[in-house]
C-alpha cells in the first residue's frame, strides 16, 4: 500500500533544473500513473519534474486536506512514533543526547525544564506533524520547538501537548543564528521545492557542534527496485527521491560532514511471512539497502 498522499491532480508546474548539481539533462524513471519523476544524468537526483509551484504545494498542507491529514496522522501517530524513536537510536541521537545532558548547570535537571526556562538542550523537530515526538523529547529534558505548516496538526500540537509550534515555513522563522543542538526532519525532505534551502537554513541555525537528523525514502533500496512506480513513496507529494549516494551528497555541498547513514526496512509488512520479513529487515538494515533511510551530519568546518 501507498503511503498517504494528496490526490494527483492537474496543477501549475516549471521544469526546474536539478536541484542537487543543477544540471538540465534528465531520462524519466517512474511513471506512477498520472505523474512521474525523472532521474538527473550527471548526479543521479531522482525528482517529479516539471515541479508544481510552491504556492500549490504549500496549499495542499496547509488548507485543503488539512484535517484530513490531521485524523491520518492521528491514526498512526504511535507506530510513526515507535520509528521515528528507533530512527534516532540507530542515528546515534540518544548518546548526543547523554552528553548534552550532563553538560547542562549543576542544579538544573530535567525536573526544572520547561517553556522559558533557558536550560537543557534546544531541539527543532521540522515537519513536526502532532508533536508526538517532540513532547517525548521534552519529558526527556530537551527545549523543544516544532515548525508544521499544516494548521490542524500545529494546533493539535499545541493544544494537547503544549508544545511551541510555528506555522511558518523553515526560513520565514527567522530563527537566530547556532540557536540549537539537533534539527530534526523526519520525511521531510523530498516534500519540499526546494530542498537545499532547508539543509542551508538547518545548518546556519545549529550550534558549531549541533547534529542535522534527516529521515527520508530511500530510492537505492530493494522495495523501490522491486515496485518501481507502484513503491509505496513514489507518491505525488514526494517532490524528490533521495538515495543513499544523493542524501550525502546534498548535505555535503550545503556544509554538512556525513557522520552516519542507516537504511532500515527490507520488506513492508504484509508482502511477505514474518520470519521472512525479519531476515530482510536484517540485511536490508547490514547491506544498506532498506527502504528509509536516516542520516546524522554534523556542521563541516
Ligand atoms: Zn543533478
Not at 546515534?92 to 550532563?102: I, P, R, S, V
Not at 550545503?254 to 536484517?282: C, H, Q, Y
Request: aromatic share 10%.
Amino acid at each position: 500500500m501507498k503511503t498517504w498522499s494528496t490526490p494527483v491532480a492537474p496543477q501549475r508546474a516549471n521544469c526546474i533544473p536539478c536541484a542537487l548539481c543543477g544540471g538540465g539533462r534528465f531520462r524519466p524513471c517512474l511513471f506512477c500513473g498520472g505523474f512521474s519523476y525523472v532521474k538527473c544524468l550527471s548526479c543521479g537526483l531522482v525528482q517529479i519534474n516539471p515541479q508544481p509551484e510552491a504556492e500549490e504545494v504549500r496549499r495542499r498542507y496547509g488548507e485543503a486536506y488539512g484535517e484530513d491529514y490531521l485524523a491520518y496522522e492521528l491514526a498512526n501517530e504511535a507506530a510513526y512514533l515507535r520509528l521515528q524513536e528507533l530512527a534516532l537510536r540507530d542515528a546515534g541521537f540518544y548518546g548526543l543526547e547523554q552528553e548534552l545532558l550532563k553538560r547542562g548547570p549543576p542544579g538544573q535537571g530535567r525536573q526544572e525544564q520547561g517553556p522559558g526556562k533557558e536550560t537543557g538542550p534546544s531541539v527543532l523537530d521540522i515537519g513536526c506533524a502532532t508533536g508526538a515526538l517532540l513532547a517525548r523529547l521534552k519529558g526527556r529534558g530537551w527545549r523543544a520547538f516544532g515548525v508544521e505548516i499544516s494548521a490542524p496538526q500545529a494546533e493539535y500540537a499545541r493544544r494537547e501537548r503544549k508544545l511551541e509550534i510555528s506555522t511558518e515555513p523553515l526560513e520565514a522563522n527567522h530563527f537566530p543564528g547556532e540557536s540549537f543542538d539537533a534539527v530534526l526532519a523526519s520525511h521531510l525532505i523530498e516534500h519540499l521545492n526546494r530542498p537545499e534551502i532547508l539543509v542551508q537554513e538547518a545548518r546556519r541555525i545549529l550550534k558549531e557542534n549541533g547534529r542535522f537528523f534527516v529521515t527520508t525514502p530511500n530510492i537505492a533500496g530493494f522495495q523501490s527496485r522491486l515496485f518501481r512506480g507502484k513503491w509505496r513513496s513514489a507518491i505525488f507529494d514526494h517532490l524528490y527521491l533521495f538515495s543513499v549516494k544523493t542524501l550525502p551528497a546534498l548535505l555535503a555541498r550545503n556544509g554538512f560532514r556525513l557522520e552516519s547513514l542507516v537504511t532500515w526496512g527490507g520488506l513492508a509488512a504484509g508482502i511477505a511471512p514474518p520470519p521472512l520479513k525479519k531476515i530482510a529487515d536484517r540485511a536490508a538494515k547490514c547491506f544498506g539497502f532498506g527502504d528509509v533511510m536516516i542520516a546524522r551530519a554534523a556542521k563541516a568546518g
